[in-house]
């Protein structure tokens, strides 16, 4: 299997592994003979760019992935490596035969779909949380970023930009402070030129970082100066409402010149929980509610209650606590067990197991 990436026009090769191309999934790869590595650059609906050992070409998913896939959570994203067919494209588009196992996914649930799952980004390493210090800065959406980047399984940072726009930045330090236990908040602001060396300590040669947050945040502003130059649009944020426009329109994974791999997202102002782990970004109450009177707590009304005990010595803020079980129900994860979960899941994404079955029949169909 070899470890190296042709650029178009070049003799010279690129070592694979500065795209991520770590040895555990060279080891996975070569149970493929025949096939060859790509990581997928791109998501266009059903098409997908990949970069192959001859550079980047488009590819799409083969039959049998489709009709064997039991999900969305099962087709390539942005940020996976994957088996394909062909180096080039002179006999047409590639063709994706197998997803290699991923270290870490970064999912939602997709908006405007009751049941759907949409997979953000594959394979990353940190998550950079993003939000802006104007009238963006929203404590209840930083606890939901926070909830799926730790199910993810990358390491999530929060970066605060625009701190040119903020008037009392301490205290807003001090907010962030009560929902970000475990993670670290970077503050940066392009006017000033402040921040970004604390994001560029965390990028060291094939690891993939992700950029997410909402539109106008500033995410396209970062990439451009890791990248050292301007390699994605940006835009102002709109004067009336002091929101942000989208400047990034898809998924995409970008090779940066000092090493490492960055993957820029559109923007998502509504950003709805398929799953997440509430355990790592609420541990605080989790704490809390170990020492409650009765083990199956709710926190509302039940006498001898560590959490409403915390709230009413304002130890901990009563929006923390409601935004908690909200996304406790929006996840569905009270009281279910394992096979109750899993039911829960498949619910979530095709109504029903015979639903599964006959979307299954209809991509084979197709």
Same mark, same amino acid.
């Given at each position: 299997?070899?470890?190296?990436?042709?650029?178009?026009?070049?003799?010279?090769?690129?070592?694979?592994?500065?795209?991520?191309?770590?040895?555990?999934?060279?080891?996975?790869?070569?149970?493929?003979? +025949?096939?060859?590595?790509?990581?997928?650059?791109?998501?266009?609906?059903?098409?997908?760019?990949?970069?192959?050992?001859?550079?980047?070409?488009?590819?799409?998913?083969?039959?049998?992935?489709?009709? %064997?896939?039991?999900?969305?959570?099962?087709?390539? =994203?942005?940020?996976? &490596?994957?088996?394909?067919?062909?180096?080039?494209?002179?006999?047409?588009?590639?063709?994706?035969?197998?997803?290699?196992?991923?270290?870490?996914?970064?999912?939602?649930?997709?908006?405007?779909?009751?049941? =759907?799952?949409?997979?953000?980004?594959?394979?990353?390493?940190?998550?950079?949380?993003?939000?802006?210090?104007?009238?963006?800065?929203?404590?209840?959406?930083?606890?939901?970023?926070?909830?799926?980047? &730790?199910?993810?399984?990358?390491?999530?940072?929060?970066?605060?930009?625009?701190?040119?726009?903020?008037?009392?930045?301490?205290?807003?330090?001090?907010?962030?402070? %009560?929902?970000?236990?475990?993670?670290?908040?970077?503050?940066?602001?392009?006017?000033?030129?402040?921040?970004?060396?604390?994001?560029?300590?965390?990028?060291?040669?094939?690891?993939?970082?992700?950029?997410?947050?909402?539109?106008?945040?500033?995410?396209?502003?970062?990439?451009?100066?890791?990248?050292?130059?301007?390699?994605? =649009? %940006?835009?102002?944020?709109?004067?009336?409402?002091?929101?942000?426009?989208?400047?990034?329109?898809?998924?995409?994974?970008?090779?940066?010149?000092?090493?490492?791999?960055?993957?820029?997202?559109?923007?998502?102002?509504?950003?709805?929980?398929?799953? +997440?782990?509430? =355990?790592?970004?609420?541990?605080?109450?989790?704490?809390?509610?170990?020492?409650?009177?009765?083990?199956?707590?709710?926190?509302?009304?039940?006498?001898?209650?560590?959490?409403?005990?915390?709230?009413?010595? +304002?130890?901990?803020?009563?929006?923390?606590?409601?935004?908690?079980?909200?996304?406790?129900?929006?996840?569905?994860?009270?009281?279910?067990?394992?096979?109750?979960?899993?039911?829960?899941?498949?619910?979530?994404?095709?109504?029903?197991?015979?639903?599964?079955?006959?979307?299954?029949?209809?991509?084979?169909?197709?």
């Amino acid at each position: 299997m070899s470890l190296k990436l042709k650029i178009p026009g070049e003799m010279d090769y690129i070592n694979l592994k500065k795209y991520g191309f770590s040895d555990s999934f060279a080891q996975e790869a070569a149970l493929y003979p +025949g096939l060859f590595a790509a990581r997928v650059s791109e998501q266009h609906r059903e098409l997908y760019q990949v970069i192959g050992e001859q550079g980047e070409l488009a590819a799409s998913v083969s039959g049998k992935l489709a009709y %064997t896939a039991d999900g969305v959570l099962n087709f390539p =994203a942005v940020g996976d &490596w994957v088996m394909i067919d062909r180096m080039d494209e002179s006999a047409g588009k590639a063709v994706i035969h197998h997803i290699l196992q991923r270290k870490s996914v970064f999912t939602r649930k997709a908006a405007g779909a009751a049941n =759907a799952v949409q997979v953000v980004a594959a394979n990353i390493d940190v998550v950079f949380i993003c939000m802006s210090l104007n009238a963006d800065f929203n404590l209840r959406r930083v606890e939901r970023y926070l909830s799926i980047a &730790w199910d993810s399984r990358a390491k999530p940072v929060v970066v605060l930009t625009k701190a040119d726009l903020c008037h009392d930045l301490p205290r807003r330090l001090g907010e962030i402070s %009560t929902v970000s236990l475990g993670a670290e908040v970077i503050v940066c602001s392009c006017l000033e030129e402040t921040g970004y060396q604390s994001i560029a300590s965390y990028i060291t040669p094939g690891q993939t970082i992700a950029f997410i947050g909402s539109s106008g945040v500033g995410k396209s502003t970062l990439i451009n100066r890791l990248m050292g130059r301007e390699v994605l =649009a %940006t835009k102002e944020i709109r004067p009336d409402d002091d929101r942000g426009r989208h400047a990034t329109t898809h998924r995409q994974l970008l090779l940066l010149p000092n090493g490492g791999i960055a993957i820029d997202t559109p923007g998502m102002r509504e950003l709805q929980l398929y799953s +997440g782990n509430l =355990a790592k970004s609420f541990e605080d109450i989790e704490e809390l509610a170990a020492n409650c009177k009765f083990p199956d707590c709710t926190h509302l009304k039940e006498p001898g209650c560590a959490v409403k005990r915390a709230i009413e010595a +304002g130890e901990l803020a009563e929006k923390r606590l409601a935004n908690y079980l909200k996304l406790q129900k929006e996840i569905g994860y009270e009281g279910l067990n394992f096979r109750r979960l899993e039911m829960e899941k498949i619910n979530r994404m095709f109504g029903s197991k015979g639903e599964m079955k006959q979307a299954m029949r209809q991509v084979k169909k197709k």
